[in-house]
């Protein structure tokens, strides 16, 4: 398994990490499918699963595995405190690693993700974070190498 952030890449360059790590299934942690800035465009979720589709990479959305905006607006609230932005994040903050542990990563069954992990080639967890220490998708990651045993690789834009 993989993880990737959008941050950092182009829509050629993202889909050619992708490749590069024979990823075959895309799985969309975020809430919000969106991102914001043309440069992103490429990754709002009807474009990216197009994009997908045309490279042959299933894709399927986690919404179970997304902080809530209560979370969100916590770390955004630690990001000010230290005077960065969301971009230019590099670690999580304490507080919102101990809740979404327990009020999302406790209750989240991940068997699911396991088992399509059986398939064939790779698969990827996706949020926008271009560092997986400033992302949940790190969190899931850890669990699921913890629990599950699975080898993740975190990609970041070269």
């Known amino acids: 398994m993989v993880t990737i952030g959008v941050y950092g890449f182009d829509g050629e360059s993202f889909l050619q990490r992708l490749r590069h790590a024979d990823v075959r299934l895309l799985l969309d942690v975020r809430r ?20 997908l589709a045309h490279a042959g990479i299933a894709y399927e959305h986690h919404r179970e595995l997304a902080p809530t905006t209560e979370l969100r607006r916590l770390q955004y609230a630690e990001d000010d405190r230290q005077g960065v932005g969301k971009r ?8 919102y690693t101990r ?11 991940l ?7 059986a398939g064939g080639g790779t698969a990827a967890l996706l949020c926008v974070e271009r560092d ?3 992302c949940h998708r790190s969190l899931i990651a850890q669990r699921l190498t913890e629990e599950h045993r699975v080898t993740v690789e975190h990609l970041r834009p070269l």
């Open 132 to 134: 997986p220490e400033a």
């Open 88 to 95: 230019s994040r590099r670690e999580l903050a304490a507080e």
């Open 99 to 109: 809740r979404y542990t327990i009020e999302i990563l406790a209750r989240a069954d």
């Open 111 to 117: 068997a699911p993700i396991v088992s399509a992990l």
């Open 32 to 51: 919000r499918r969106g991102v914001r800035g043309p440069e992103y465009a490429w990754a709002n979720s009807l474009r990216l699963q197009a994009a």
